[in-house]
């Protein structure tokens, strides 16, 4: 058995190599999580590539987004078995919560950077509800508040595998130094980062959105963008660890409150470094 701790969560109460939590509540809700994924992705897919949306307004677009956003918090409402504890101190609902709260911030402050050091174009001449900071950032675009539901489905699947893969690593015979953990935080925060670089932009849909020059995104704004899960990552991955350590509502949005706080912080002394090159 591991006996080292890996940002900061203990693990001397977990018996043998695992994947999931060692918190039945809480390796239900990972389950959860992870058989969502497929199926968001599948349906964002399928909205961004038809481009159904470009025929659809601000408050058609936002069902549909709502109709991908909806299931992370109806189905385990409705699935998850009772136990003693109120539905509101499940596992589910407090990571949709500590999602909820961290992506909110991302998307209002912090994708001024993306605009601004990242090179990202939004440019969605249907959409008028949008919903961004007032000083952060040139004020060059804006936001559409689409893009908060959007960053929600994006993070629970992020935030799911990360924290699942750092267990795996954490109770294994890999763990044998604490640099061991930084390095899987570090390449799991790249990993997603890059991906969704990738992933989400195509020539067919650049007129809607773009980085101005991709291959610097990819090879160096990823870096950037990691800077997010580097944070959040390790922190997320506390919440109800121990079957013994129950987090409230309250502790779960002060816990998200800081790693927005720390993110924003980082991501300005990186911009110190590399530059605000599309400000």
């Not at 709502?66 to 504890?85: K, S, Y």
């Not at 994006?154 to 990360?162: G, N, V």
């Not at 899987?184 to 809607?208: G, M, N, Y």
């Not at 610097?216 to 121990?242: N, Q």
Request: net charge positive; glycine share 6%; hydrophobic share 50%.
């Amino acid at each position: 058995m591991a006996t080292h701790a890996v940002a900061g969560v203990p693990v001397a109460d977990e018996a043998g190599v695992r994947w999931l939590s060692a918190n039945p509540d809480k390796a239900w809700g990972e389950r959860f999580f992870l058989a969502y994924s497929p199926i968001w992705m599948i349906a964002f897919g399928v909205y961004q590539r038809t481009r159904v949306g470009d025929r659809l307004g601000d408050l058609g677009n936002l069902l549909v987004t709502l109709a991908i956003f909806a299931p992370a918090w109806v189905v385990p409402a409705m699935l998850h078995a009772p136990t003693t504890r109120r539905w509101y101190e499940a596992y589910w609902f407090k990571f949709n919560v500590w999602i909820l709260v961290y992506s909110a911030i991302g998307t209002y402050f912090l994708t001024e950077y993306f605009f601004d050091v990242l090179g990202m174009v939004y440019n969605y001449p249907n959409l008028h509800w949008t919903f961004d900071s007032a000083l952060v950032g040139s004020g060059k675009q804006g936001v559409p508040v689409i893009m908060y539901l959007h960053a929600h489905y994006f993070f629970l699947t992020y935030h799911t595998t990360a924290v699942v893969v750092m267990r795996r690593v954490r109770t294994s015979c890999l763990n044998v130094h604490p640099a061991v953990g930084a390095l899987v935080v570090a390449a799991a925060a790249w990993f997603w980062a890059r991906a969704e670089i990738s992933l989400t932009t195509s020539p067919s849909l650049a007129d809607q959105f773009r980085y101005e020059d991709l291959a610097w995104a990819l090879r160096w704004g990823a870096l950037v963008y990691a800077c997010y899960f580097i944070v959040s990552f390790p922190m997320v991955s506390r919440l109800d660890e121990r079957p013994q350590e129950v987090w409230t509502v309250r502790r779960t949005i002060i816990e998200a409150l800081a790693a927005g706080m720390l993110t924003f912080i980082l991501l300005d002394l990186v911009t110190a470094w590399v530059g605000a090159r599309y400000r």
